[in-house]
């Protein structure tokens, strides 16, 4: 379980303080939460906080009983919290099973590594020697860092937009790796994310819009909410509320 | 040939051998010649005029290799040797050279290799070199390899020179004069720590139609060391020149690249790469948030850069 007690965050752009976060308060203990909202809303800003990233300006984060806030990136990643970047990161040199066994802790038989692999419907002999390097296109190197993902199985993973750059087609199999990742380790898993798709399976959504939690709850009652946004978070979303109105 | 720990771990090092190896060799050991085989194919004869040997392979030699290490495990040893490769038509093998030096004493030892590679036509050449030094002395650990590298029509030699810690000066020069066709690939990689020092020259004449090269450096500079990394490519004809250097550098260090192109030909098509930096601040966060601290997280980019 992750909680956040008035956790604030501001940082100084171009001369000028901007409030990025304002008096946060969380408790999250569900399966699938959902971060939504606005680009720029603070989300991605908001899982940095957790995995210990970036310090918040003010407030405090409690992971599974203790007070982390002060606890350091690799301090937390072995408490048992994990999370996969919005834009993976590349490294020229490191294959992907070398990452793969890092994110492990341990040694990995090949075979293990491709299972991993294969769960995000990479064909793992293809994948297992080659460089995470920037030859590695968009949606594959996403795929990468989820199976990354897998095989840390920690208690707590936040998934900063895991479907951006990965073809509709595979979407299913995307909600059906994180069903599975759940039934393996209860974990809890937060996803941030702007696609309907992932709101039908969350236990429960929050919206963040300009640094603020505006709605939080089940799908019904937040999607009024999120309708009221500003129109470039989800169109096709608004005209579904609108229908059922 | 008897050999005891220190001299077998520094053949590990610079030749990957755990033994005696498989087809020619000749082993220079402290100064002194330490072994020798010759094949049906491949011959090897000590020069009358100067230091060192004469490899000489035969038109049509395929699949097969040899090693020339080099070992020096006395302190203040100053070797001096002239290699003359004479690869013949046709031919494809691997020639593994290094130098490993392990200085436990206060005096300088150093050795200056000279190698001279004439390729022959159609022939395809693999070049592994790797220099490596050891030991607690006060005494430096110095190499300066010179190669000089002629290609023929068609021919293709694939060079990876490879120093990772240990010497404590460099500087390596290495030029290549290529024929219609030939195609010469160079990797580098050097890693150098404390008050190292590591110079690398490449110049290359790209003078026959449609020949190539690709001159790629990696390094990692920590410490006080300095590195400079100068790239000359001259395209003389129609051809395609690519040098790259990517370096890492770290606390004190210092890199300079210098790379040089020049085209005498409008045919020539000519590219260089240079990029100097910091380990990147987002990947030792990556493995950071895999539970690695900095430190080892520092650890593994450097091997994989280096890899
Ligand atoms: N260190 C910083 N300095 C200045 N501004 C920052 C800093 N970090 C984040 N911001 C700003 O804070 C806001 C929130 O950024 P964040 O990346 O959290 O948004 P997001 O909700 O993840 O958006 P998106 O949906 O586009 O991914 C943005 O306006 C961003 O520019
Ligand atoms: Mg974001």
């Known amino acids: 379980m992750i909680e956040l007690r008035d956790v604030c965050f501001s940082a100084e752009s171009a001369g000028v303080k901007k409030d990025i976060l304002q008096n946060i308060n969380l408790k999250i203990d569900e399966r699938f939460v959902c971060l ?53 990161v590349r490294f020229k040199g490191i294959t992907v099973k070398d990452l793969v066994t890092l994110a492990a802790g341990k040694k990995l038989t090949t075979a293990e590594c491709c299972q991993y692999l294969s769960e995000v419907g990479l064909c793992a002999q293809d994948y297992i020697n080659r460089e995470v390097d920037d030859s590695l296109s968009g949606g594959e190197i996403k795929r990468i860092e989820i199976a990354t993902m897998l095989a840390r199985s920690t208690s707590l993973t936040l998934f900063d937009e895991p479907e951006a750059g990965i073809d509709i087609w595979s979407f299913g199999n995307l909600i059906e790796v994180f069903q599975k990742m759940y039934d393996k380790i209860q974990g809890n898993i937060l996803i941030i994310s702007h696609q309907e798709r992932i709101f039908d399976i969350a236990d429960r959504i929050i919206v963040v819009a300009d640094g603020q939690v505006v709605a939080d709850g089940e799908k019904e009652e937040v999607l009024p909410v999120l309708a009221n946004q500003r129109p470039t978070v989800c169109s096709v979303l608004t005209e579904k509320v609108k229908k059922e109105d | 040939m008897a050999m005891d720990t220190i001299q077998k771990r520094l053949l590990r090092e610079v030749a990957d051998l755990h033994g005696i190896p498989e087809g020619a060799y000749n082993i220079r050991s402290d100064g002194k010649l330490a072994g020798r085989n010759t094949t049906a194919n491949i011959d090897i004869v000590t020069k009358e005029d100067k230091p060192g040997i004469d490899i000489i392979i035969k038109d049509n030699t395929v699949n097969q290799s040899v090693h020339i290490p080099v070992i020096i495990a006395e302190t203040g040893i100053k070797d001096l040797v002239y290699n003359d490769f004479y690869v013949g038509e046709n031919c494809d093998v691997t020639i593994v050279a290094g130098c490993g030096i392990s200085n436990c004493g206060g005096q300088e030892s150093r050795h200056d290799g000279i190698h001279c590679f004439h390729i022959g036509k159609n ?160 990947q030792l966060i990556k493995l950071m948030t895999l539970g690695l601290t900095e430190e080892e997280a520092e650890e593994q980019i450097v091997a994989g850069f280096l890899k």
């Open chain 1, 36 to 88: 939504t909202g606005p680009n720029g809303s603070g989300k991605s800003t908001l899982a940095r906080i957790i995995a210990g990233i970036v310090k918040p300006t003010s407030g405090q984060i409690i992971f599974d009983g203790e007070d982390i806030t002060d606890l350091t990136i690799t301090e937390r990643a072995k408490r048992g919290i994990s999370f996969a970047f919005q834009q993976p």
């Open chain 2, 123 to 282: 022939s395809k050449v693999k070049y592994i070199e790797k220099h490596y030094g050891e030991g607690t002395g006060t005494g430096g650990r110095v190499m300066n390899p010179t190669t000089e590298i002629e290609m023929a029509e068609n021919s293709y030699m694939e060079m990876e020179t490879t120093q990772i810690k240990g010497i404590d000066d460099t500087i390596r020069n290495t030029t290549g004069k290529l024929a219609d066709g030939a195609k010469l690939e160079i990797h580098e990689k050097i890693m150098t720590h404390e008050k190292q020092r590591a110079e690398t020259y490449f110049s290359v004449d790209l003078d026959g139609v449609d020949c190539s090269a690709n001159v790629i450096s990696r390094s990692v500079a920590k410490g006080d060391s300095v590195q400079v990394f100068s790239s000359m490519i001259n395209g003389n004809n129609q051809c395609a020149g690519h040098t790259a250097c990517d370096a890492i550098i770290m606390d004190n260090a210092s890199v300079v690249a210098k790379p040089e192109l020049t085209a005498n030909s409008v045919e020539a098509s000519l590219i260089h790469e240079a990029a100097i930096g910091k380990i990147a601040g987002d």
